[in-house]
């Protein structure tokens, strides 16, 4: 049986072959609690906390916002995409089908694999022009 961080140290291992620091680009936490911490050191790959690679943004405006999906994603994967129109950025699921509109959408940059990444992205754009 492996590990059961073994998948991520792999990741952490070629993490490690591209930077000297490679705890530089992870984050932990313990398991149930909400709050991603980044590494200082390289990680203790504890049975009791989860790790990940740090989410990639972007800045907008003073705003950072997770990195938008830049490849064509497989058909039937569910999506998000910045509505900077909709009622307090309300956005509804889409199905990736690969047609005109998911094209369009993707390339404009402002399709996510999360409500919460669209819903950052939308206010992002909206700060430029809103009146407050």
């Known amino acids: 049986m492996k590990h059961i961080h073994a998948e991520l140290m ?10 000297e620091r490679p705890w530089e680009r ?3 936490r313990r398991v149930n609690y909400d709050i991603w911490t980044s590494c200082k050191q390289s990680p203790q790959w504890d049975c009791s906390c989860e790790y990940r690679r740090k989410i990639k943004t972007i800045n907008i ?4 916002v997770p990195e938008p999906i830049r490849e064509v994603p497989r058909v039937g994967t569910t999506y ?3 509505n900077t129109v909709a009622i307090l950025y309300l956005n509804k699921p889409l199905t990736w089908a690969g047609n005109a509109v998911d094209m369009e959408l993707l390339r404009r940059g402002v399709c ?11 206010k ?7 009146q407050k």
């Open 10 to 19: 792999m990741q952490y291992a070629q993490d490690a072959m591209e930077t």
């Open 26 to 28: 992870w984050q932990f």
């Open 61 to 64: 405006n003073g705003f950072d």
């Open 80 to 82: 998000y995409y910045a």
């Open 112 to 122: 996510h694999l999360t409500k919460e990444a669209a819903e950052i992205h939308a």
């Open 124 to 130: 992002a754009l909206v700060s430029f022009t809103e």
